[in-house]
């Protein structure tokens, strides 16, 4: 166990739906991370914050946003979903405090847009 | 119209054998290195890392080596055993500002008995 949670661990819905993802980091990280798995590929960076604030920005597309809550809870908003946005998110969450940079991964959330 | 994935890279080993599992980074900027192991329906999980100050560091039947002159890393499993299938990632950090990562796109694991 990771220590990072997500919620839910699984999502159904239709296309042109809005759904929202849940992150809750390690206790004491500051730093989370949100990345798009899709089948047989690798992990897609989408968006990292910390402390509340945008950090980085990866492949993200413009119907995706996330933010970061002071309570350091994250959550990713995807909307106008589409087939191809079937995939597994995961949060990851490091302490942004340099070296080590290693980041615990959550278990994923299974998104399928039918 | 269905839409194909890509398809990993896939090592296939017998139980008892050596595995190695290669990566090659791109940017001579990248400072420190990790493996992550992903079993199926999970979130990967850290198996070793090591800085670009070294080339080589064993964990428990892991070794990672670390090539930065033709900037490959490699990680090696001893004595393969059927809990090691999975996929497994190389990502790298680049010396910068954030503690973003770079995962490269996964290795496939079997191992037959």
């Known amino acids: 166990d990771s220590g990072v949670t997500q919620t839910p661990k699984h999502l159904i819905t239709a296309t042109g739906q809005r759904v929202t993802l849940r992150c809750s980091p390690r206790s004491g990280d500051l730093s989370v991370y949100w990345y798009q798995q899709s089948l047989d590929q690798g992990l897609q960076f989408l968006i990292q914050y910390y402390n509340g604030e945008e950090r980085a920005k990866g492949n993200i597309l413009e119907r995706f946003s996330a933010q970061q809550f002071p309570d350091l809870h994250s959550e990713l908003n995807l909307s106008s979903l589409e087939l191809g946005d079937s995939a597994l998110y995961f949060c990851a969450s490091s302490v942004e405090r340099g070296f080590p940079y290693e980041q615990y991964f959550g278990p994923g959330t299974r998104l399928t847009v039918t | 119209g269905e839409s194909v994935g890509l398809h990993l890279p896939t090592l296939s080993v017998q139980e008892g054998d050596n595995s190695i599992i290669n990566c090659a980074y791109s940017n001579s900027a990248s400072d420190y290195f990790i493996w992550y192991k992903q079993e199926s329906g999970k979130g990967p999980q850290f198996i070793i890392d090591?800085?670009?100050?070294?080339d080589k560091r064993q964990g428990q039947r892991v070794t990672v080596l670390l090539n930065k002159t033709v900037k490959h890393l490699s990680l090696q499993i001893a004595a393969t055993q059927p809990g090691d299938s999975a996929v497994y990632f190389c990502?790298?950090?680049?010396?910068?500002?954030?503690?973003?990562?770079?995962f490269g796109t996964g290795t496939r694991l079997q191992v037959f008995p």
């Open positions: 990502a790298d950090h680049l010396r910068s500002n954030t503690d973003k990562l770079i």
């Open positions: 090591i800085r670009s100050n070294m």
